[in-house]
């Protein structure tokens, strides 16, 4: 399994639909998530986290790279219920801001559904993923602002365009029991929504993570503790659905 090591209840997740582990990594350690076999679509499941209902902040955090990119929302993460759009959905969108989309090239967004309704935001700047990136979205509902950040490798991490700040404020996030997974989502649970690439250290914050916080999460896979070294040379891998509240 996907494991999730956050706070506990702890959910780990199952790699569906053709999904599999690769040794291409951000830092050249442990084992990432390869999506690009298809049978019928690849992508990580999680049963019903509740520890990501009722949040009023969200970080949501992970490691990309791109084998192409040509069309669709391709979801990052998503708890996301049917009807109401109830939860979180991240997405890749086919329609950068500026120029052609391609895995260098796309917009991001971040729908959001609670008890005070349904709103989204796509970046005003474009991300890029042909090799290792780190991306972040957040989202405060006392200033119903959606941000996005973007890092790699050897470049720190840094707002991608400017903060958005949504129409109406979606309050207290609930999906009720739709799942949590990567590339995939219950309102849309038939759809390959996964992106054609790798996935690594996907992470999800009950709160608004700092840049600092956020630069340590995206240094943590370049540099690893030597603890974390050790662990994940005895295998304990890919850690999936991480979540901290």
């Not at 405060?140 to 707002?159: E, F, N, R």
């Not at 840049?211 to 995206?218: D, F």
Request: hydrophobic share 40%.
């Amino acid at each position: 399994p996907a494991l999730d090591v956050g706070l506990s209840p702890l959910t780990s997740g199952t790699l569906e639909g053709g999904a599999t582990r690769s040794s291409d990594t951000p830092g050249g350690f442990g084992q990432s998530l390869d999506l690009r076999n298809d049978d019928p679509y690849a992508h990580v499941l999680e049963g019903d986290a509740e520890d990501l209902d009722g949040l009023g902040q969200l970080t949501l955090t992970t490691w990309l790279k791109l084998a192409d990119y040509t069309s669709g929302n391709n979801r990052l993460s998503a708890k996301q219920a049917g009807g109401s759009f109830g939860g979180f959905s991240w997405n890749m969108n086919a329609t950068p801001n500026d120029g052609t989309v391609g895995p260098d090239n796309f917009r991001l967004g971040l729908f959001l559904g609670g008890d005070g309704g349904f709103d989204f935001a796509f970046s005003d700047a474009d991300a890029g993923a042909a090799d290792w990136t780190f991306l972040a979205a957040t989202y405060a509902s006392a200033t119903q602002t959606i941000a996005y950040y973007m890092g790699d490798v050897t470049s720190p991490v840094a707002l991608l365009g400017t903060p958005q700040v949504m129409a109406t404020s979606p309050g207290t996030l609930d999906a009720g029991t739709a799942r949590f997974g990567v590339g995939f989502t219950d309102a849309a649970a038939t759809a390959n929504t996964s992106a054609n690439g790798w996935q690594d250290d996907v992470r999800v914050y009950g709160r608004v993570l700092s840049l600092p916080e956020l630069e340590a999460v995206r240094f943590a896979n370049v540099i690893p503790e030597p603890s974390t070294l050790c662990l994940l040379f005895l295998g304990v891998a890919a850690r999936l659905g991480r979540r901290q509240r």
